[in-house]
Nanobody, 125 residues
Framework: QVQLVESGGDVVQAGGSLRLSCAAS????????MGWFRKVAGKVGEGVAA???????RYADFAKGRFTISKDDAANTLHLQMNDLKPEDSAMYHC???????????????????WGQGTPVTVSS
C-alpha cells in the first residue's frame, strides 16, 4: 500500500507558475513508476507526466516544454513544476503510482494503479 498526499494547488493567472508536491509513504514508492494526471469534472482523466524508478521521464505532448516532473527518493516526494500555465490547465491534479509499469509502459498515457485525493489548480485568463 502507498499513501499519496498532494499539495501546492492554487489559483493563478494565465502565464503564471505553480509547483505541486506529493508526499508518498508506504511501500517504497520510489521503486515504481510514479506520475501525475489531471481530471476535470465530467471528463476523462488525462496523464501529464511519468517518471520511472530509474529516473526516465515521459511527458504528455501538452506538458512538454512547460511542465517538469521530478522526484526526491530520499524524501519520498514527487514534484510537478508547471510554467506558462493556461486556462485549459485548470483541473484537479493527482499524484499517482503504478507497481507494474516500467520501461515504455511507464508513460502518462497508461493508467496508474493508485492515486491521491488531488490538489486543485485554477488558471484564470
Amino acid at each position: 500500500q502507498v499513501q499519496l498526499v498532494e499539495s501546492g494547488g492554487d489559483v493563478v493567472q494565465a502565464g503564471g507558475s505553480l509547483r505541486l508536491s506529493c508526499a508518498a509513504s508506504g511501500n517504497t514508492p520510489s521503486l515504481y513508476c510514479m506520475g501525475w494526471f489531471r481530471k476535470v469534472a465530467g471528463k476523462v482523466g488525462e496523464g501529464v507526466a511519468a517518471i520511472d524508478s530509474d529516473g526516465t521521464i515521459r511527458y504528455a505532448d501538452f506538458a512538454k516544454g512547460r511542465f517538469t516532473i521530478s522526484k526526491d527518493d530520499a524524501a519520498n516526494t514527487l514534484h510537478l513544476q508547471m510554467n506558462d500555465l493556461k486556462p485549459e490547465d485548470s483541473a484537479m491534479y493527482h499524484c499517482a503510482v503504478d507497481f507494474f509499469h516500467h520501461g515504455p509502459s511507464c508513460h502518462p498515457s497508461q493508467p496508474f494503479g493508485s492515486w491521491g485525493q488531488g490538489t486543485p489548480v485554477t488558471v484564470s485568463s
